[in-house]
C-alpha cells in the first residue's frame, strides 16, 4: 500500500486561507466517507480534526473544514493563526479492512 | 475523559521482539464498539497504522507487517498489546497507540507515543 498523497508542503499568511489535499483511489477515499485529519505539532500527540470526511470533533475550531471529491479529499483552514502550524495527515479506509495514512503535509504560517 | 498511555522496552536488538502495552484509563476497554489501535511514525517519515483489535479479541493489520505482528487485549486490566517480531532499523519509530472510532477510520484520544529504537 502506497501513502495517500499529499503536498510536502503549504503556506500562508495569517488570516488567510489554505487548502490541503489528499489524492487516493477509488478503493480507499473514493469508495468510502472515511476519511479524518490530523494535526501533529512535534513532541506531540496528533489530534483529531476532521473525521468521516467534513465532521469536527468537540472542541475543534470551525476554522477547520473537510470535503470530499471523487479520490480526492481536501482539508481547509480559514482565517489562519500562527499556532496552525504543524504538520496535517489525511487518513482514510481501505477496502479489506485497512487503513492509510497520507504522507503529511507541513504548514507554513508566514 | 478516556486516556492513552504506552509502556514497554525504548529499546530491541536486530531479529528480536518488540513489545508495546498501551493503557487505557477512564474508561473501559470493553465499552463502545471501539478498536484499539497502534500506530508508528518513523524517524522523518509520516504516520503508519499498524493494526487494531477490537475487544472481542478481532484483528486487522497492516499487511506490510502482517507476517510478524501480534495485537492481544486483556480486558480484566484495561490493556492491549503489540507484538511485532523480527525487527530491523527500519522498525524504529514512535509508536502511539490510539482509539479507533467503531470502524470509522478515526483516532481519538492518542497516547502520547513511545520512542523505540532498533540498534544492537
Known amino acids: 500500500q502506497s501513502a495517500l498523497t499529499q503536498p510536502a508542503s503549504v503556506s500562508g499568511s495569517p488570516g488567510q486561507s489554505i487548502t490541503i489535499s489528499c489524492t487516493g483511489t477509488?478503493?480507499?477515499?473514493?469508495?468510502?466517507?472515511?476519511v479524518s485529519w490530523y494535526q501533529h505539532h512535534p513532541g506531540k500527540a496528533p489530534k483529531l480534526m476532521i473525521y468521516?470526511?467534513?465532521n469536527r470533533p468537540s472542541g475543534v475550531s470551525n476554522r477547520f473544514s473537510g470535503s470530499k471529491s471523487g479520490n480526492t479529499a481536501s482539508l481547509t483552514i480559514s482565517g489562519l493563526q500562527a499556532d496552525d502550524e504543524a504538520v496535517y495527515y489525511c487518513c482514510s479506509y481501505v477496502s479489506g479492512n485497512s487503513l492509510l495514512f497520507g504522507g503529511g503535509t507541513r504548514l507554513t504560517v508566514l | 475523559q478516556v486516556q492513552l498511555q504506552e509502556s514497554g522496552p525504548g529499546l530491541a536488538k536486530p531479529s528480536q521482539t518488540l513489545s508495546l502495552t498501551c493503557t487505557v484509563s477512564?474508561?473501559?476497554?470493553?465499552?463502545?464498539?471501539?478498536?484499539w489501535s497502534w500506530i508508528r511514525q518513523s524517524p522523518g517519515t509520516g504516520l503508519e497504522w499498524i493494526g487494531y483489535?477490537?475487544?472481542?479479541?478481532?484483528?486487522f493489520s497492516n499487511p506490510s507487517l502482517k507476517s510478524r505482528l501480534s495485537i492481544s487485549i486483556d480486558t480484566s486490566k484495561n490493556q492491549f498489546s503489540l507484538t511485532l517480531r523480527s525487527v530491523t532499523a527500519a522498525d524504529t519509530a514512535v509508536y502511539y497507540c490510539?482509539?479507533?472510532?467503531?470502524?470509522?477510520?478515526?483516532?481519538?484520544?492518542w497516547g502520547q507515543g513511545t520512542l523505540v529504537t532498533v540498534s544492537s
Open positions: 483489535i477490537f475487544s472481542s479479541g478481532k484483528t
Open positions: 468521516v470526511v467534513s
Open positions: 490510539a482509539r479507533e472510532g467503531r470502524g470509522a477510520g478515526w483516532f481519538d484520544p
Open positions: 477512564g474508561g473501559s476497554i470493553t465499552t463502545g464498539d471501539f478498536y
Open positions: 477509488s478503493s480507499d477515499i473514493g469508495g468510502y466517507n472515511y
